[in-house]
């Protein structure tokens, strides 16, 4: 990845991208962005289903094998190893601490979490051979804010932090960016299904006064892989409105 002085963010050449839960909702939004912008972006789901016209390939991030295996598929497809991997896939199994089984902390943790970790580490090798990488982890406002009833999920997008900035640690001298994107609340099929007196509750919590677009958390996951962000390492971008401020 070059450094670059110039101020727009779009790509100064075509990269190669991997979107891991990419076949909808805010995952759909960063690979589409990706593929505007003349990026060769595969997206990485459980079905391997094409979207849109954007390429797919099967991948499960509970499975260390899968991830291996859809990494070096993308590779093929996009026509190099991957340099810019945003981890995005995600579950939540919401529940009171008292009644959380273990089953139900431990799938989300090695969804959310675990899931991150084995897509970075496929990246990697061919990261630090090109000196060169971007990744970027999908957390959440609630992983910094905490929230009642999620314990799991919450705990999940936090490990999100120490593991991009460990990650910015150990491979920054390579050329080898790691950030945290943590959006609030966003206009989702599960937004949706909130009713209208619990939507406008949310609301008036949020500086902003409304939800976010899927667009709108692309556009940071965008500039954080495009040149201009060479600089930015370790970083957690909120895209919240407001909602977590000073956390
Ligand atoms: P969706 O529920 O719409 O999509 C989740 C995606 O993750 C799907 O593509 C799903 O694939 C994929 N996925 C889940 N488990 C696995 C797995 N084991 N292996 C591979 N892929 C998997 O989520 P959103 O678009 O709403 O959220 C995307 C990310 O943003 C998540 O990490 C979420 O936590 C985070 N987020 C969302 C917010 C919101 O308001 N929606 C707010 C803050 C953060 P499949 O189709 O195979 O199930």
């Given at each position: 990845?070059?450094?670059?002085?110039?101020?727009?963010?779009?790509?100064?050449?075509r990269r190669t991208v991997l979107?891991?839960?990419?076949?909808?909702?805010?995952?759909?939004?960063?690979?589409?962005?990706?593929?505007?912008?003349?990026d060769a972006v595969v997206?990485?789901?459980?079905?391997?289903?094409?979207?849109?016209?954007?390429p797919?390939v099967?991948?499960?991030?509970?499975?260390?094998?899968?991830?291996?295996?859809?990494f070096?598929k993308a590779a093929q497809i996009a026509g190099g190893p991957i340099e810019v991997?945003?981890?995005?896939?995600?579950?939540?199994?919401?529940?009171?601490?008292?009644?959380?089984?273990?089953?139900?902390?431990?799938?989300?943790?090695?969804?959310?979490?675990?899931?991150?970790?084995?897509?970075?580490?496929?990246?990697?090798?061919?990261?630090?051979?090109?000196?060169?990488?971007?990744?970027?982890?999908?957390?959440?406002?609630?992983?910094?804010?905490?929230?009642?009833?999620?314990?799991?999920?919450?705990?999940?997008?936090?490990?999100?932090?120490?593991?991009?900035?460990?990650?910015?640690?150990?491979?920054?001298?390579?050329?080898?960016?790691?950030?945290?994107?943590?959006?609030?609340?966003?206009?989702?099929?599960?937004?949706?299904?909130?009713?209208?007196?619990?939507?406008?509750?949310?609301?008036?919590?949020?500086?902003?006064?409304?939800?976010?677009?899927?667009?709108?958390?692309?556009?940071?996951?965008?500039?954080?892989?495009?040149?201009?962000?060479?600089?930015?390492?370790?970083?957690?971008?909120?895209?919240?409105?407001?909602?977590?401020?000073?956390?």
């Open positions: 990845m070059t450094t670059s002085t110039e101020t727009t963010s779009a790509p100064s050449r979107v891991t839960g990419g076949n909808r909702g805010i995952g759909l939004a960063i690979a589409r962005r990706f593929q505007a912008q003349g997206i990485m789901s459980r079905s391997g289903e094409d979207v849109e016209g954007i797919a099967t991948g499960d991030v509970t499975n260390s094998e899968s991830v291996d295996a859809a070096a991997v945003v981890a995005n896939a995600g579950i939540a199994d919401d529940g009171l601490l008292m009644r959380m089984s273990d089953a139900s902390f431990e799938n989300v943790v090695d969804t959310n979490l675990a899931g991150a970790f084995r897509c970075a580490r496929a990246a990697s090798t061919g990261m630090i051979r090109r000196k060169g990488g971007r990744i970027i982890f999908v957390s959440s406002v609630v992983g910094l804010f905490g929230s009642a009833g999620q314990t799991n999920y919450s705990a999940s997008k936090a490990g999100l932090v120490g593991l991009a900035r460990s990650i910015a640690r150990e491979l920054g001298g390579r050329g080898i960016t790691a950030n945290v994107v943590a959006p609030g609340f966003i206009e989702t099929d599960m937004t949706a299904a909130l009713p209208e007196e619990r939507q406008a509750a949310y609301k008036a919590t949020i500086p902003a006064g409304r939800f976010a677009q899927p667009d709108e958390v692309a556009a940071a996951v965008a500039f954080l892989a495009s040149d201009d962000s060479a600089y930015i390492n370790g970083a957690v971008i909120p895209v919240d409105g407001g909602l977590g401020m000073g956390h």
